[in-house]
T-cell receptor, first 113, second 117 residues
């Protein structure tokens, strides 16, 4: 079945550091890939997405590229801020699975001033 | 996109009781799902709420424990029955489909945080 694997957290960085959160997936066909973010005490928000191989999703300085050859969708940001502290979830969706999202385990990011 | 309202936002419940969570969407949506997020964990799909028919449950979840209704394209309920402390979680309603997005993402409600004593 389809699955998503994320690097374990928590990840602690200093402000302005470079961020990478690894995400790999297993899926049949051509899934769409997503990064969601959950800020403390808030609901789940879509951060970025990519629907086909080599697509790059970007938002708020975050980027992720859909790499079919390595089945990966790593999240990157060049310079993190304290306000980026949150839990980040990688997810995939496949229409042959009825449109449901399958989530990775989540990676907690803590950015220190 | 879609705006999703869930009620209650949080509740404290006694062991053995049942609680019904409501999910209201501001527009008609094709797909509605219920997820559970246990403390410090990721999101696990409970079931797909099907309009006008029985929900489709994921492995490990059963209708007797989590009955779901979906009478129309904008509303659904999830009941957590005969609760135990292990049911303490955030329960999230999510929606998707061609009416709200053409790229497959789901939109989530704020969640209902249940604590079972």
């Amino acid at each position: 079945g389809n699955s998503v694997t994320q690097m374990e957290g928590p990840v602690t960085l200093s402000e302005e550091a470079f961020l990478t959160i690894n995400c790999t997936y297993t899926a049949t066909g051509y899934p769409s890939l997503f990064w969601y973010v959950q800020y403390p005490g808030e609901g789940l928000q879509l951060l970025l997405k990519a629907t086909k191989a080599d697509d790059k999703g970007s938002n708020k300085g975050f980027e992720a590229t859909y790499r079919k050859e390595t089945t990966s969708f790593h999240l990157e940001k060049g310079s993190v801020q304290v306000s980026d502290s949150a839990v980040y979830f990688c997810a995939l969706s496949s229409y042959n699975q009825g449109g449901k999202l399958i989530f990775g385990q989540g990676t907690e990011l803590s950015v220190k001033p | 996109s879609a705006v999703i309202s869930q009620k209650p936002s949080r509740d404290i419940c006694q062991r053995g009781t049942s609680l019904t969570i409501q999910c209201q969407v501001d527009s008609q949506v094709t797909m509605m799902f219920w997820y559970r997020q246990q403390p410090g964990q990721s999101l696990t799909l409970i079931a797909t709420a099907n309009q006008g028919s029985e929900a489709t449950y994921e492995s490990g979840f059963v209708i007797d424990k989590f009955p779901i209704s979906r009478p129309n394209l904008t509303f659904s309920t999830l009941t957590v029955s005969n609760m135990s402390p292990e049911d303490s979680s955030i329960y999230l309603c999510s929606v998707g489909g061609a009416r709200v997005s053409d790229t497959g993402e789901l939109f989530f409600g704020e969640g209902s945080r249940l604590t079972v004593l």
